[in-house]
């Protein structure tokens, strides 16, 4: 069964980049079926995209986050990672990874657990 | 790309039906056929409920269903049980231009 388990520092300081990493187990990332994506939701708001990424390296992120973002991917790992840079408070919030089912439509079947980010001095 | 419309709350009682309902534009909701529906509850990660308007993901109960009209989506929930009690949230696609999504702002089911 396919898993996904997001980890990275559980604080950031304002300016600094947040780095956080998917494993997905149970199945392969090089699936031609599927782009994986990260998705965020800040305490007590909604859910964000912030971007996705195929296992050839193919992206598409939010344009709102572009200039901040970058996701990648490590095949041999069965792994993708999220940066972004120069954070605020406004970052705050936790972070899911999902399996995101771009090719034949546009939703997120599978979903981490997420992993809660606090951008503070 | 703007948040879709959700109400912040809707409510009803076991055994009833309600409906949550989401509004967007012409350029996401009312021009493609992917919205999906997302349940949350608290603390939790959010579960696919509804993808491409209308279709559910296996192991999904019939009792959730989901329709669109114009730009104007819609998910019902028939025979109310108390698990249903949770946050829901549309998700559009919204164009080719970044091949880019957004959510609504969720809505807050509470089953008196």
């Known amino acids: 069964q396919l898993q996904l388990q997001e980890s990275g520092p559980g604080l950031v300081k304002p300016s600094e980049t947040l780095s956080l990493t998917c494993t997905v187990s149970g199945g392969s990332i090089s699936s031609s079926s599927y782009y994986w994506g990260w998705i965020r939701q800040p305490p007590g708001k909604g859910l964000e995209w912030i971007g996705s990424i195929y296992y050839s390296g193919s992206t598409y992120y939010n344009p709102s986050l572009k200039s901040r973002v970058t996701i990648s991917v490590d095949t041999s790992k069965n792994q993708f990672s999220l940066k972004l840079s120069s954070v605020t408070a406004a970052d705050t919030a936790v972070y899911y990874c999902?399996?995101?089912?771009?090719?034949?439509?546009?939703?997120?079947?599978?979903w981490g657990r997420g992993t809660l980010v606090t951008v503070s001095s | 790309q703007s948040a879709l419309t959700q109400p912040a709350s809707v409510s009803g009682s076991p055994g009833q039906s309600i409906t949550i309902s989401c509004t967007g534009t012409?350029?996401?909701?009312?021009?493609?056929?992917?919205v999906s529906w997302y349940q949350q509850h608290p603390g939790k990660a959010p579960k696919l409920m509804i993808y491409e308007v209308s279709k559910r993901p296996s192991g999904v109960s019939n009792r959730f269903s989901g329709s669109k009209s114009g730009n104007t989506a819609s998910l019902t929930i028939s025979g109310l049980q108390a698990e249903d009690e949770a946050d829901y949230y549309c998700c559009s696609y919204a164009g080719s231009s970044t091949f880019g999504g957004v959510f609504g702002g969720g809505t807050k089911l509470t089953v008196l």
């Open positions: 999902a399996r995101h089912n771009l090719v034949f439509g546009w939703y997120f079947d599978l």
């Open positions: 012409s350029s996401d909701v009312g021009s493609y056929n992917l």
